[in-house]
């Protein structure tokens, strides 16, 4: 997986997010993923994230923009992304 890739992904994410497309938002997070959030809290698995955005909706965060910080590549299928996740309530 290349940096351009999961610029991609970020883009797309992007897009699905601001357009309340949530579960397709969620969907461009690989099946076992992991969130580590601003409150501590660690959000595994697709349902779990999901959830996590959700809230961010309903408290109204209407807008994201992803920065990715740095990308780890462990083998050629798995990387770890550390990004931020600028919310905007609009």
Not at 23 to 33: C, G, H, I, Q, R
Not at 44 to 60: E, P, R, W
């Amino acid at each position: 997986m290349s940096y351009e890739i999961v610029e991609k992904l970020n883009r797309d994410f992007e897009d699905y997010y601001n357009n309340n497309l949530l579960k397709e938002a969620v969907s461009t997070y690989a099946n076992d993923a992991k969130l580590f959030s601003n409150d501590k809290q660690i959000y595994q698995g697709l349902n779990n994230i999901q959830k996590f955005y959700s809230d961010a909706k309903i408290n109204g965060n209407t807008n994201v923009h992803l920065h990715t910080e740095q990308i780890i590549q462990c083998d050629s299928n798995y990387l770890i992304e550390i990004r931020f996740t600028f919310i905007y309530i609009y």
